[in-house]
């Protein structure tokens, strides 16, 4: 597996601040793949944002020598994935691959949680992918139904 290359590539990675995302984002880059460090910087519950993880990111991503941006936007905001897509599209002309891997923790067992706190948690884990692979599907088919024939 260590031979597969994504040179040429472009990569957006939601939720890439911290954790799993992060481990995906400095894979692709490692393996070639200029990478949308997406991360709405929130704590683990949703609350607050800024772009300090994944701007910390893709300055990982190029001391390493690769290429990356960050984007501050939320996945599960139509806008904000608009403008994600736009920023990717603008900076390098393609999208070949979205994980989509953003997430938030309501840390309550299902009988203490509010339906608010539920509500949000389907908005950024259910949403949070279909909005992104809904935004960059146009972009992306006719790579992949070329590359299927």
């Known amino acids: 597996m260590a031979d597969i290359r994504f040179d040429g590539k472009v990569a957006i990675v939601t939720g890439a601040g911290g954790g799993l995302g992060r481990q995906h984002a400095l894979e692709l880059a490692r393996r070639g793949a200029k990478v949308v460090v997406n991360d709405l910087g929130g704590s683990m519950d949703g609350s607050g944002g800024n772009s300090a993880a994944a701007e910390a990111v893709v300055a990982e991503i190029k001391a390493l020598g690769g290429e990356a941006i960050a984007n501050g936007s939320s996945v599960a905001d139509d806008a904000g994935v608009a403008l994600m897509v736009q920023q990717t599209m ?32 389907m908005n950024v884990h259910l949403m949070g992918t279909v909005k992104p692979a809904k935004a960059v599907w146009e972009i992306m088919k006719p790579r992949i139904m070329a590359e299927s024939l």
């Open 90 to 121: 603008e900076t390098w002309g393609r999208i070949d691959i979205l994980v989509a891997n953003a997430g938030i923790l309501r840390d309550k067992s299902f009988s203490k949680m509010e339906i608010a706190d539920f509500e949000l948690v």
